[in-house]
């Protein structure tokens, strides 16, 4: 990794812990925030290691800082899987059928990760929740990552990546 590329990785992963943290809507037994779009864009422009780390990074961070600890290792693992599975299924294809394909695997990571991560943390019930508020965070995010990322790709050689 060069050093433009550390610097956009260090960049994105802050954004994404602040998205993450600020706003942030409570629903069910979790919150929506904008943080995810973040980690699609990482995926999507920097490739799937790049997406994995700004992903595990910003979303722990975020829980640590938020006051959610018990949640850090899961969301490192969560989200970090979730950010190079993105990567490896969209990067170098940034188009509608990809970008699709990447936001169902997503869902399913994110759903399925935090479904399982809270049964043992918060008990079988409220992880049942999850099932409800993991899908409303990813509807969020994918419409705010289906507004941001062409315009990025649009403004590609500006941005200079």
């Known amino acids: ?14 954004l994404a812990c602040v998205l993450t ?5 409570p629903i069910g037994g979790g919150y929506v925030h904008f943080g ?35 949640f850090c290792i899961p969301t490192f693992i969560i989200k970090g899987i979730m950010g190079f599975a993105i990567g490896k299924i969209v990067y170098g294809h940034v188009d509608i059928k990809h970008f699709i394909i990447g936001g169902i695997v997503a869902l399913v990571i994110v759903t399925g990760g935090y479904f399982a991560a809270e049964i043992p943390l918060m008990g079988y019930e409220t992880a049942l929740v999850s099932l409800i508020s993991s899908p409303i965070q990813w509807c969020m995010s994918m419409v705010a990552s289906a507004i941001i990322v062409p315009i990025l790709i649009k403004n590609r050689k500006r941005i200079g990546f």
């Open 36 to 70: 995810d779009c973040i980690i699609y864009v990482a995926a999507m422009i920097l490739g799937p290691i790049p997406g994995a780390i700004v992903g595990a990074i910003g979303h722990s961070l975020a829980d640590f800082i938020s006051g959610y600890p018990i």
């Open 21 to 25: 943290i600020v706003p942030k809507v």
């Open 1 to 14: 990794m060069n050093t433009k590329q550390f610097v956009r990785v260090a960049m994105l992963t802050a």
